[in-house]
């Protein structure tokens, strides 16, 4: 099932847990070694909205907007990874959402803050939640000065066992899209 817009008037169609589409923007050297060798969780900036990981988002003009972004800072190609995933694999992950961005969403912001310090997830275990979901910080200085990219969303997969994850292909598949 694809998640094409409907035509207006149209019913929605029957639910039927379908696999969810994720898109990872990036240069196509990246994309390349991706699909081919898999993801790696290390090879992400340690300093981002939920830590080092490897983040993706459902949002595929989204995906090219930040291919686009690290294509002009690396001088290369830009490329999306389209990633099809098994939804029911996914929930079996320990996760934290975050819904809104928005200044009154204190512990959103908080944790932006902590994680953007390379700080883990979990201060008192030292460890990281499998998936974070959530907004896209686009300012982050304090509470008076913060906010998020509108329409962003974004899922950071942050564990051995969520790369794991992504690298079985009888759970993800990966495509290279240009």
Request: hydrophobic share 40%.
């Amino acid at each position: 099932m694809n998640a094409e817009p409907l035509v207006s008037g149209t019913s929605w169609p029957l639910w039927t847990n379908p696999r969810i589409r994720l898109y990872h923007g990036t240069v196509m050297a990246n994309a390349n070694a991706i699909v081919k060798v898999g993801v790696d969780i290390l090879k992400g900036r340690q300093t981002t909205d939920f830590g080092r990981g490897f983040y993706a988002t459902t949002d595929k003009t989204n995906a090219n907007e930040w291919a686009r972004r690290k294509s002009a800072r690396l001088g290369s190609e830009p490329a999306v990874v389209l990633l099809e995933l098994d939804r029911v694999r996914l929930g079996r992950l320990q996760s934290i959402v975050f819904i809104r961005g928005s200044l009154h969403a204190a512990e959103y912001w908080s944790f932006v803050s902590h994680c953007r310090r390379g700080l883990p997830h979990r201060p008192r275990t030292g460890d990281f939640y499998d998936v974070a979901y959530g907004p896209v910080a686009k300012i982050w200085d304090d509470s008076a000065n913060s906010a998020t990219w509108d329409d962003y969303d974004q899922i950071g997969f942050h564990t051995r066992l969520a790369q794991d994850m992504l690298n079985d292909r009888d759970v993800c598949t990966l495509e290279v899209m240009i």
